[in-house]
Structure formats: C-alpha cells, structure tokens
C-alpha cells in the first residue's frame, strides 16, 4: 500500500511525534511505500510583524501547503492520506487537496483541538467546554490558547470558518480516536459517529519488564498545572512515611516542585532522553498520573504497562478506561491529594500485590498496545476507508455513464 504520511510538529516535540515516528516506522518495516509531508511550528518562532499576520491567515488557509500536498497526490499516487496534525503551518487546507484529488482521508485524534482551541478542555485550573456547550468565542474571552486573545481568535477562526465550510464532515474519510472516552467526547460534540474508530496509541519496539528492585515512585510529563502538579506536592507533604518519587519533565511548575520542602523524597530529572525514561520507568514500583484534565491516550501509562509497572492515575476520562482499578493499578480522586497519599501509601506498603499488578498490565501491553495488534488494528482501518473509497469511486462513475447499464 502506498500511504502519505502527513503531520505538523509542536515546537516542543511530545508524545505525537513520538506515534507520528512510531507507526512511519511500523508501516515502513511492514513493506508499505511511505511518504511523507512534515512542517514545523518552530518556523513560526522566527515570524513577526507582518509575518505574524501571514502566519495567522496561514493557520487558517495555506494554499502553499494545499499545493504542496496537491503535488505529492500527484507525484506519489498514494492509495491514502493519514494525517496526524495540521496546526498551524500546514493548515487545513489539505483536505481538500486530497478531496479533489479523490483520495481517501484518515485523520488521528491526538487532543480536542477540533472543539477547544486550548486542545485539552481545561482552563483556570478546572474542566471546561464552554466551546462546545456554547460558543468557541469563549475561548477568545478567555484567551484560552497561549494565554493570548489574538492568538486564540486566530485558532476559534480557522475552527469555525472550517466547519461552516463542512471539511470536518465532508473532507475527512475517517477520524481515529484514541479511547472509548474520546470517541464519545467527539460525537457529543459534532462529528459524525459513522465516521470515528477507535485505535490506541502503542508503545514499539517493546522495551520489556524491568528486573530492578523497584524502589521508588516516579511521574512522567509536562510540569503544568492540569498535570495535577499541585495536587502531587500536596499528596508527598500528606503522607505518612517518606516515598522516594523520581519527576522526570519540564515546565512553569519547576520551581513549585523544587520548593515543595518534602527533603530528599522528590527527585528532579528535569527533560531526558526516551531511553532513559523507559529505564526509569522499569525501576518504578508505579507511575503516578495526577492529571486534571481529559487526558486521551497518555502514552505514560502505556510505557508502564510495556514495562511491568502498575499506574496510580485520576478517576477521570480515558484514564480509567484504560487503568482498571485493582487490576492494573489504582484510581484517586482527581484533584483530591490525600486520597492519593492513601493509594500511594497503600501501594507502597503492598509489594506483592502491586507486582501483581504489573503482571497484568504487561499482559494488557501484550494484548493490546504491542505494535502487532496495532499494525493489525491500523491496517483494518486502512483497508475500510480505501475500499469505502473505491466503491464509491464506482457509484460515481455508473451514475455518470448510466447507458452502459440500460444496453
């Protein structure tokens, strides 16, 4: 099969280019003629003046990048596009690109973008869609995006300039999301259930179950405050005897942690490599996910099933769908720290069931977040949305040539 591969990477690189790069690879290693067409936000760091408002108008129609996909179509003839992200260098525009070129569309859901232009339906520290119980304007009141009303108008524009211009509806094949949670989460808010699977993110090559003593708890992700940070320092102070806890990433909440005065318990790794994160993840005896807002497919938690490690995570949207409580680790009120100091002390003080714990979220590893079973769920889809595509491929030139039918 012959695939356009399509994705706009964040100036900070995160957990979509980490399943961008891992499923090019998986369909390269698979025989699959890839291409690809990538952009990079950091262009964008170097725009001002009137280039800002260029960049603002691109963010919303590029025909640059409508050409330059247009050509890839023709040069490449691929069987189908899948597209991973388009904001904001190559815009929405390809759609159509690849709607009058007649081949088939297959977009990845990687946050709420397409309803909640701060991407995660959070803002001043609580859940919110406002935007899609109201109006995306109240993003632009709010500035939720950047902290920026001008740049949040810029996001609200190209959502609902798109929308009347139908392309979520009507230039997109086939959407995939990443958990039951955020399927729903998309039909309530507009898209089209006849349109929308479900395929999680996964975790390849398979880093395997860690052999170490397992002696301290860690946290992976970006230091913010819908990461639940507050509620982390404030569990740590909480608790009854001192838990070794290893925070490995970076942000504004740095020097919160740094000051949280909880002695030699917290340790900061600041940003490291991904192998080094796999390591530390295998030493762990739980990850801990304090998240506050509807977190999709947080590839941290399917690291730590990869790697035999049982997860403490909020009782909030996909995380406990895809943590199940008692078996694979532990749910806590979100927001709530001292009941998660109770589950990471219970944890703490309960080796062997935690161990046991880990068994079996490597065995959900295995069965459903290996790179095989998700080669197998891509390639259902791939193959749905192509032959959908050629049928009506079909319809369409009978109904153009309806005397070849009547003779």
């Known amino acids: 099969m012959k695939i356009l591969l399509v994705h706009n990477a964040y100036t900070q690189p995160g957990g979509e280019e980490v399943v961008f790069e891992q499923e090019r690879k998986l369909l390269e290693r698979a025989g699959h003629q890839v291409s690809l067409y990538v952009r990079n936000n950091r262009d964008a760091d170097q725009c001002s003046g009137l280039s800002r408002i260029r960049l603002a108008k691109q963010t919303v129609w590029s025909s640059g990048s409508k050409l330059d ?56 520290n609580r859940l919110c869609e406002d935007c899609v119980q109201h109006s995306l304007w109240r993003a632009v009141r709010h500035g939720c995006y950047r ?34 949670f955020a399927r729903q989460k998309f039909i309530i808010a507009g898209l ?3 349109k929308i699977v479900v395929k999680p993110n996964f975790v390849d090559p398979d880093p395997g179950i860690g052999d170490g003593d397992r002696q301290y708890a860690i946290f992976v992700g970006r230091l913010s405050p819908e990461k639940g940070i507050e509620t982390l320092i404030s569990a740590w102070k909480a608790l009854p005897v001192s838990i070794p806890l290893h925070i490995i990433g970076e942000g504004p909440y740095r020097t919160s942690l740094e000051e949280a005065n909880c002695g030699s318990a917290m340790k900061l790794y600041g940003r490291v490599s991904h192998e080094e994160t796999l390591a530390a993840i295998k030493g762990a005896q739980f990850l801990i996910l304090p998240s506050q807002c509807y977190e999709n497919c947080p590839l941290s938690i399917i690291e730590a099933f990869a790697c035999g490690t049982p997860v403490l995570c909020s009782r909030l ?40 714990m880990g068994r079996r979220a ?20 791939y193959g749905y949305v192509v032959d959908k595509a050629e049928l009506r491929s079909q319809i369409g030139w009978a109904r153009a040539h309806p005397s070849r039918f009547s003779e």
């Open 69 to 124: 996909v247009a050509n890839l179509l023709q040069d490449r003839q691929p069987d189908l596009v899948h597209i991973h992200n388009t904001f904001m260098m190559i815009s929405p525009s390809i759609y159509w690109a690849c709607k009058e070129a007649g081949v088939p569309v297959v977009q990845t859901l990687h946050n709420f973008r397409l309803y909640c232009p701060g991407i995660n339906f959070y803002r001043e």
């Open 147 to 180: 902290q920026s009303h001008s740049a949040s108008a810029v996001v609200a524009s190209m959502l609902a300039l798109h929308r009347r211009w139908h392309t979520w509806t009507n230039a997109i094949d086939c959407y995939i999301a990443l958990t039951q």
């Open 192 to 194: 089209p259930a006849n």
């Open 317 to 356: 949207g996909a995380m406990q769908e895809i943590v199940a409580d008692g078996r694979t680790g532990l749910h806590f009120a979100p927001g709530d720290p001292i009941d998660l100091a109770l589950k990471a002390h219970w944890a703490w003080s309960h080796f062997d069931e935690l161990a046991a």
């Open 362 to 381: 490597r065995d959900e590893y295995k069965s459903r977040y290996a790179a095989a079973e998700n080669y197998s769920m891509l390639m259902d889809i």
